[in-house]
């Protein structure tokens, strides 16, 4: 199972932090994302970080904005959200897979992550 938190009303420009903890399972061997659904669109990937930490992948839209980190002694991962625009509005999830996140952008291998979290409210807007 995982439990999600952090989300929240934000100004733009503002910054957001969302954690993700892991009960049941050890997040050690699964490379673990975050995606976002917007309302009428697509669940589109985030980040994902593999398994190892030693890659983590980001979408364009939000390079240079989020950072994604995972802390296997804690169990959890979070997603450091900086500068965070109206286009950021979305509902976020968190995901974890033991396959590693290859082709985690695509809408199969989004829809293979084998646990997911509930699902934390982003809004965006002055």
């Known amino acids: 199972q995982l439990v999600e938190s952090g989300g929240g009303l934000v100004q733009p420009g503002g910054s957001l932090r969302l954690s993700c903890a892991a009960s049941g399972f050890s997040l050690d061997y699964y490379a673990v994302g975050w995606f976002r659904q917007a309302p009428g669109k697509e669940r589109e990937g985030v980040s994902c970080?593999?398994?190892?930490?030693?890659?983590?992948n980001y979408a364009e839209s939000v390079k240079g904005r989020f950072t994604a980190s995972r802390d296997n002694t804690k169990n959890t991962f979070y997603l450091q959200m900086n500068d965070l625009k109206r286009d950021d509005t979305a509902v976020y999830y968190c995901a974890a897979d033991p396959l590693p996140c290859t082709g985690w952008g695509s809408r199969g291998r989004i829809a293979d992550f084998s646990a997911w979290g509930q699902g934390t409210q982003v809004t965006v807007s002055s």
């Open positions: 970080i593999e398994s190892t930490g030693l890659s983590t």
